[in-house]
């Protein structure tokens, strides 16, 4: 079942790498040659065609002294810009006015870990430049790594005094040789930071971790965001662009799937194969495979392939344990097999009555139920994701029309209706 939609035509944000030595994952470093200033140009109208929100990830910016005319160029175009600096001593040394005139619009900032050698000089220069992008009156991410939980904290209180754009942390995907982060304990992490957002009033994001947006609806988190949570993971939603202009699913992703010079960027989105495998949830393998939340997450691509090699296994850092077996969610069984099962074993039913309503349709008025998945054609499914009817999102049948159709929900703190031949096609659990 391929991806259908917005997020299979075109990425929502893009991620370029514009000096040599910004992310350590090139492919072919001895073939690697930076891109021209003509062609960085030529990158960005490519860029203009296939998404409307641009990352440029900076080693030094001095070694790209074309990077304001990059800026300006997208910013032309009508691009979303951010800025992601490595945090060097002569960053201070740029106009970050001329920048924010050009069309950056946030600039992230990046900690790191704290607990790393040189950790206190790093963050002590990136208050720094925190200060001074906010001097310019740039929006201001905060990037770092996940903290431990006994400094989780400490962190936040900084945060709460900082007061961020946002709060973007990543969970490590590790290199050859490297553990893989424990996936019971990155769960119980997780859930600690799903609830920290209601404390700081500072948003949070985590990159390589798509599994937080399924704690967060587990956990509720969701009602102390105004933020839309999207389903996006490398190579759905996402690219990225390295220095020298190799297109990869992500930055932490070292598969080449093209090329700028030689390929068109919304081209090599849309129909590499590897990035049509990444937007097909019924190819995971594992728990992944198996997950009713496989649509919103989908585990790190990343973090599988380099702790295996395959792409399209489970992610090793999720601690999430789904049913593997429709016998384990008997309302999702066919009528006729559930009553065959029942008669066979009494205790079939044992954790729910086979009376209990299997669709949004058969829920009677004023009761609560929550949503485990959808039995409609794609572009229905599509928009009912977007209006926030995701897996594992409560609901409310507030009433029905006089006649039966449509009936009126409450999701996520509105009002919406549903014709009965959408809500039939809409799977709950109740409450």
Same mark, same amino acid.
């Given at each position: ?35 021209? *200033? ?23 910016? @001095? ?5 304001? /005319? ?18 060097? $001593?002569?960053?201070?040394?740029? /106009? ?5 005139? $050009? ?15 040189? @950790? ?70 997780? @859930? @600690? ?68 010079? &030689? ?66 969610? *008997? ?12 008669? &066979?074993? *009494? /205790? ?7 009376? /209990? ?36 999102? *409560? ?5 029905? $029309? ?15 209706? &549903? ?13």
């Amino acid at each position: 079942m391929q991806l259908t939609g917005s997020l299979a035509d075109r990425p929502v944000t893009v991620a370029w790498e514009v000096t040599h030595g910004a992310m350590n994952g090139c492919p072919a470093p001895r073939m690697c040659v930076d891109l021209t *200033p003509g062609e960085c140009l030529d990158v960005v109208d490519q860029i203009a065609e296939a998404a409307p929100r641009l990352l440029l990830i900076a080693g030094d910016m @001095a070694a790209r002294p074309d990077l304001v /005319d990059i800026v300006a160029r997208a910013n032309a175009h009508g691009i979303w810009v951010a800025l992601r600096p490595s945090i060097r $001593a002569r960053l201070l040394d740029n /106009d970050f006015d001329t920048l924010r005139r $050009a069309g950056v619009r946030s600039l992230s900032v990046s900690l790191g870990n704290a607990h790393a050698h040189g @950790a206190v000089r790093r963050i002590s220069r990136g208050l720094d430049v925190l200060t001074a992008a906010r001097r310019a009156r740039l929006a201001v991410q905060v990037k770092s790594s996940i903290p431990e939980l006994a400094d989780l904290r400490r962190f936040s209180q900084v945060m709460q005094t900082l007061q961020p754009s946002e709060w973007r942390m990543s969970l490590p995907v590790p290199k050859r040789g490297e553990e893989t982060p424990d996936a019971d304990r990155t769960e119980k992490l997780l @859930a @600690a930071l799903s609830r920290l957002p209601a404390s700081t009033g500072v948003p949070l994001s985590l990159s390589d971790a798509p599994h937080f947006r399924r704690i967060a609806i587990q956990s509720h988190a969701r009602a102390h965001s105004r933020r839309r949570i999207l389903p996006l993971n490398d190579g759905r939603g996402r690219i990225f662009i390295s220095h020298c202009g190799e297109i990869q699913p992500g930055a932490s992703f070292p598969i080449a799937c093209g090329n700028v010079r &030689l390929h068109h960027l919304l081209e090599v989105y849309r129909e590499a194969t590897v990035f049509r495998q990444l937007r097909d949830p019924d190819l995971l393998k594992g728990k992944c495979g198996r997950c009713g939340f496989r649509l919103i997450c989908g585990g790190s691509r990343a973090r599988a392939y380099a702790t295996t090699g395959d792409y399209l296994v489970e992610d090793p850092a999720c601690g999430f344990r789904p049913v593997s077996s429709p016998l384990d969610h *008997p309302m999702k069984l066919p009528s006729a097999l559930r009553a065959l099962l029942l008669r &066979l074993n *009494p /205790d079939f039913s044992r954790t729910r009555s086979i009376a /209990d309503p299997v669709n949004l349709r058969e829920l009677s008025s004023g009761s609560h139920a929550c949503v485990t998945g959808f039995d409609l054609p794609a572009e229905t499914r599509r928009r009912l994701l977007e209006l926030g009817f995701l897996p594992g999102t *409560p609901l409310h049948a507030v009433r029905r $029309a006089p006649l039966g159709d449509p009936l009126q929900v409450e999701v996520r703190g509105y009002h919406l209706s &549903l014709r009965n031949r959408e809500a039939s096609g809409i799977q709950i659990e109740t409450r």
